[in-house]
């Protein structure tokens, strides 16, 4: 395995992980607020669409073939139009954690 994969591997099992639910929850709000900070310049978090091509953060969230393990390859290594953000694995685990509680409920 390739460094990056080692580390995805390992965001996705902490993302997955059903763990402590306080943990989860500073995961989620701590997440908010950076997406809120970092991603609306093009994403929906909280708000309309803001740039047409960058899917909203509900719609990531319901689809179904974008599981903690592809999100995390992603914001790891985005590709274009979508810049590189240089995101630490503390905000990747934090970012996902929030985009996931947004998944409509069946
Ligand atoms: C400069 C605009 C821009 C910013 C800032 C940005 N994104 Fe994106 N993002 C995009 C675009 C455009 C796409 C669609 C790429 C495509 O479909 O090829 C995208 C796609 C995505 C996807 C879907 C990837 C997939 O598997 O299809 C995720 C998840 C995502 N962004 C998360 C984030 C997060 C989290 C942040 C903030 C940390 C962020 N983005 C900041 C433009 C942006």
Request: proline share 7%; hydrophobic share 50%; net charge negative.
């Amino acid at each position: 395995m390739t460094r990056s994969q080692i580390l995805i591997a390992a965001l996705a099992a902490t993302a997955m992980s059903a763990g402590n639910v306080h943990a989860q929850e500073d995961a989620v709000a701590m997440g908010k607020a950076f997406a809120l900070e970092t991603c609306t310049s093009c994403h929906a978090v909280a708000i309309d669409a803001v740039n047409d091509a960058a899917p909203t953060f509900i719609a990531i969230a319901n689809d179904p073939e974008k599981t903690a393990q592809n999100l995390t390859a992603w914001l790891i290594e985005p590709h274009p139009p979508m810049p590189n953000l240089s995101l630490t694995t503390l905000e990747i685990r934090n970012l996902i954690a929030y985009i996931r509680s947004l998944k409509t409920p069946d």
